[in-house]
């Protein structure tokens, strides 16, 4: 009888430190689900055509550039057209791998707050403090990758249909560049 009483008293302790900190659990546990579909959404990137994409708009630049004559007004707003929006690819190849070591941060983070709830090592104060900061920076970088790669989808596929007016504006170009000379 000792022994299931005592049993039932450290069975109802541990029982209620695990509730103690239940809504906590649940509250890290929905950052770390915007953060797991902010991952998805970044993985989802096909990362070779958009690394390739970008290559690709620097080389036709360098060439452009490497005839060092001015290109027709016509020319210019059809590659204007064609490179609007550059920034937006750049902004993702640029910052690709740094939103990966970001994400994979934070997800870190949000395991070692959890446990240490689960662990009873931490105050309700100072995870107030912990979940907040958390909060911040996983809304802050999810809205920074749905800025990155919303659209992209139509970015490259617009630079893959005009690719060849591209490669005949850099030809005239040549062509014109050579003929002046």
């Known amino acids: 009888m000792k022994k299931i009483i005592i049993l039932l008293v450290i069975g109802s302790t541990i029982f209620a430190c695990k509730n103690a900190y239940e809504k906590e659990i649940g509250e890290v546990d929905g950052l770390m689900n915007i953060l797991t ?5 970044l993985l989802s990137v096909d990362t070779s055509r958009a690394f390739t994409a970008s290559r690709q ?20 707003f059809r590659l204007d057209e064609y490179y609007s929006s550059k ?7 640029g910052n690709y791998q740094g939103y990966v070591e970001k994400v994979n941060y934070s997800k870190n983070q949000l395991v070692n707050l959890k446990q ?3 662990n009873g090592k931490i105050t309700k104060e100072d995870y107030a ?3 907040e900061s958390e909060q911040m920076i996983i809304l802050d970088l999810n809205s920074q990758i749905n800025q990155a790669i919303g659209g992209l989808e139509e970015v490259l596929e617009k630079l893959r249909i005009n690719r060849q007016e591209v ?15």
């Open 57 to 76: 708009i620097k080389i036709d630049l360098d060439e452009l550039n490497a005839t060092k004559d001015t290109l027709s007004k016509e020319q210019a």
């Open 37 to 41: 579909e902010t991952e998805n959404a």
């Open 116 to 118: 240490d709830l689960a």
């Open 129 to 131: 403090k912990y979940y």
């Open 167 to 181: 490669i005949n504006i850099i030809e005239e170009h040549k062509s014109h560049a050579a003929e002046t000379k």
């Open 87 to 93: 920034k937006k690819l750049f902004r993702l190849t």
